[in-house]
């Protein structure tokens, strides 16, 4: 799975005076060299024991991150305001660990995930007409959120051969990018730029491939506001518009980490099919809303595993922004 790519800027005045980051090459080379050092040396320990450290460095970013643990008090607080101040703690605390136990996901997916042995690292769950639908090559929109490890999925579907698509963002250093994008391709992922994707995205869908988006960004003022535990959310219209465009379904799926393990639960919770919205008197508004209600309902089952430090609701609706 990977980003949704944001909707095309107009070239303001303030957009054309930032200016892009020049990157030193030796400087990212040396980073890329020390990622390497750092990877062979978290070879040397089995998974688990990367992962209970991972735990460890999760409650540190915790402690002393202090932005990132306010944003996530604030928007738990929010979602869930029947809940206790301690919940609010423990929660967004576990929340902060499973951020970096997916770093240690990335790096040894590869390596311990294979054709031969993917039952014992990952079990299904009403996944079967999902994959029928990808199989008969008509074509559908799977969405995803930031939640537990998000990035298995796109890995074992290219794993399996399945014709599927992900849009992602290329990191800043180019030679990480190149390495950690060069592991999951040679694994059978198909990774789309996110600069000039709107136009692949329309390509690609009508082939009958499969896209795979993650789709809990806040999409700016210009997004479609629905509801999303409770508050208006901004989001993208890109996913409603192809679905309608194309009469292609949208399929809410999730990985969700059974305890501190390298073990995961993988299911779709909703198919939203072309005939559910062909009456509808807004379908785009009641598409984005449909699939933003199922990520809602799936991260209700173990809110500990979103990224709650996200600003999901950095954007208000145009009335709530013209109150006095």
């Known amino acids: 799975m990977a980003d949704l790519p944001p909707h095309k800027k107009s070239k303001t005045p303030s957009n054309r005076g930032k200016k892009k980051k020049k990157h030193n090459p030796i400087k990212d080379w040396l980073c890329y060299f020390a990622l390497r050092v750092l990877v062979v040396f978290l070879y040397l320990f089995d998974v688990e024991t990367n992962l209970n450290i991972a735990c460890f460095l999760g409650r540190l970013l915790w402690k002393y991150y202090h932005r990132g643990r306010k944003r996530a008090l604030d928007n738990l607080r929010a979602s869930f305001p029947e809940k206790s101040e301690q919940w609010f703690w423990e929660t967004g605390r576990r929340s902060f660990e499973h951020i970096v136990m997916l770093a240690i996901d990335i790096l ?160 779709v919770n909703r198919i939203i099919f072309p005939e559910e919205w062909a009456e509808k008197d807004d379908p785009l508004e009641w598409v984005t809303a449909e699939y933003t209600k199922a990520i809602e309902e799936f991260v209700r089952e173990d809110p500990s595993q979103y990224w709650w430090l996200h600003r999901r609701w950095k954007h208000r609706p145009r009335n709530e922004r013209e109150k006095p």
């Open 108 to 267: 040894f997916t590869p390596r311990l995930v294979k054709k031969y042995n993917w039952r014992n690292y990952s079990r299904y769950k009403n996944v079967e007409r999902a994959k029928w639908l990808m199989q008969e090559g008509r074509g559908l929109l799977m969405v995803a959120a930031h939640y537990s490890n998000f990035e298995i999925m796109g890995y074992i579907l290219g794993l399996f051969g399945f014709n599927v698509y992900s849009i992602a963002r290329p990191l800043d250093n180019r030679f990480i990018n190149d390495y950690l994008y060069g592991v999951r391709k040679r694994a059978g992922q198909r990774i789309i730029d996110k600069k000039g994707a709107a136009e692949l995205m329309q390509k690609i869908t009508s082939t009958g491939a499969t896209l795979c988006f993650i789709v809990d960004q806040d999409a700016g003022k210009k997004g479609v506001f629905v509801d999303f535990f409770g508050r208006k959310a901004s989001t993208y219209k890109s996913i409603g518009l192809l679905a309608i465009t194309y009469n292609v379904p949208i399929g809410v799926g999730y990985s969700r980490r059974i305890d501190n393990r390298f073990y995961f639960e993988i299911g």
